[in-house]
């Protein structure tokens, strides 16, 4: 059973640190880029960090730079997502997803969110 699990949301203050987890299994982990969404309330869905797990080549949306970093870890079959100077508009339901070889690829499999809210 393929399964992306999401973890590590919660509530933090403007200016806060929050670090989510995505932890993979059932399916060739090492073969895909694993991408962040987030949604906010009554917005459209954006991608915010795409890593691919082959080659470890990332890519950011221009809102996140420099404050969000994505990682993983081969051995866990894990991706994390490390947010930093977290502002109110960061407050979405963040999402990973998994697509085969490539960031720009549709994305095949999507884990169930976890809310992050940041109060100002």
């Known amino acids: 059973e393929v399964q992306l699990v999401e973890s590590g949301g919660g509530l933090v203050q403007a200016g806060g640190s929050l670090g989510l987890s995505c932890a993979a299994s059932g399916f060739a982990f090492n073969n895909y880029a694993i991408t962040w969404y987030r949604q906010a309330s009554g917005k459209e869905r954006e991608g915010v960090a795409c890593i691919n797990i082959r080659d470890g080549s990332v890519n950011y949306a221009e809102a996140v730079k420099g404050r969000f970093t994505i990682s993983r870890d081969m051995a866990r079959n894990t991706v994390y997502l490390q947010m930093a100077s977290l502002n109110p508009e960061d407050t979405a339901v963040y999402y990973c997803?998994?697509?085969?070889?490539?960031?720009?690829?549709?994305?095949?499999?999507w884990g169930q969110g976890t809310q992050v809210t940041v109060s100002s």
């Open positions: 997803a998994a697509g085969l070889y490539s960031c720009a690829r549709t994305p095949n499999y």
